[in-house]
């Protein structure tokens, strides 16, 4: 499920104190050839540095203030499953998921934020709300192809899967332009071996002193062309949401894997969930991968492979956690 609080910002009150650091100019009627009259936001501001923090600081003093009044995943899912103002949150089925949104909407409308523009992979949840409360109130409840977007991922809701949509912004063939690789957002690394390429590309540039809006060589700009060219082909990739963990008691083995590898370039490692039932059906999902660049300075490949082994440990540590 997913869902959105309502201005979030504008629920949350600046300190009086602190109110003279958002002063502004209005001009009553629009008339700027009168003499502009002093405001003082009371609110925190879309633009504001400080407002998601402060925004996000309120949302888990909600969690920890009324804990008490309701079940403790409830004050867990505040405090865990928002990222700003938007919720992601899974559960096993429709009775649990209607249960945490009534929750939901319980315990934070008791700090005046609202949760609107719901959506789920499942219609059954769907149900539950009005039409304009939904993420888009055009949609039917039966979503034949709704694709959201969530963190900068398109949910492809009826399939429960995720996909890229790239659009990177045109840049000159420069060292300057070539930073358009970190418009791809990928925290949990689905395209770790793509944008891989494009750190690689640029390291040469850097180690080749060109100068930030010189042109590109040439064997230079044919490989960034092709890197280019080959973006196309993430709107195919899909990756499954889910980890085909439906039921616990399904399950007769369970499994986290960890990979590493190293090259004389890179360097990485990558996480998968194996799971058994009990018709020894075997089901594996990626979790999460991370890479890094090989250190400039001579490095040999069996220390470079004890360098991926270390941050597969992490990786597996943090994907525990």
Request: hydrophobic letters at 45%; proline letters at 5%; a negative charge.
């Amino acid at each position: 499920m997913v869902a959105d609080i309502e201005s979030m910002f504008h629920q949350v009150y600046v300190a009086p104190h602190d109110r003279d650091c958002l002063r502004f100019l209005w001009w009553p009627g629009g008339d700027i050839l009168k003499d502009p009259v002093i405001y003082r936001m009371k609110v925190h501001l879309f633009g504001a540095t400080s407002s998601p923090s402060c925004a996000a600081f309120c949302l888990r003093r909600v969690a920890k203030d009324f804990a008490a009044e309701f079940e403790p995943v409830i004050a867990s899912t505040v405090e865990h499953s928002f990222y700003v103002d938007d919720l992601l949150a899974s559960v096993p089925d429709v009775e649990n998921a209607k249960i945490l949104i009534n929750a939901l909407c319980s315990i934070l409308s008791k700090a005046g934020f609202r949760l609107t523009k719901w959506l789920s992979n499942c219609p059954e949840v769907l149900q539950h709300f009005p039409q304009d409360e939904l993420s888009d109130p055009r949609q039917s409840y039966s979503f034949s192809d709704v694709q959201e977007n969530v963190l900068r991922f398109q949910w492809n809701v009826r399939e429960d899967q995720f996909y890229f949509l790239v659009k990177l912004p045109m840049k000159p063939r420069t060292r300057r332009g070539l930073p358009t690789a970190n418009s791809l957002f990928d925290p949990l690394g689905f395209v770790t071996p793509v944008v891989l390429e494009a750190r690689c590309i640029y390291r040469t540039l850097c180690q080749q002193e060109i100068e930030w809006d010189e042109p590109m060589l040439e064997r230079e700009l044919r490989k960034w062309e092709m890197w280019l060219a080959s973006l196309l082909q993430l709107q195919h990739v899909a990756i499954t949401r889910c980890l085909g963990l439906s039921s616990y008691s399904d399950m007769q083995q369970c499994q986290l894997q960890c990979f590493a590898h190293a090259s004389i370039t890179a360097y990485g490692a990558v996480c998968f969930l194996r799971s058994v039932d009990n018709e020894n059906n075997i089901f594996c999902s990626f979790i999460m991968s991370k890479s890094h660049l090989a250190p400039q300075d001579e490095v040999s490949v069996p220390r470079l492979e004890l360098m991926a082994a270390v941050l597969a440990v992490k990786l597996d540590t943090a994907v525990k956690k």
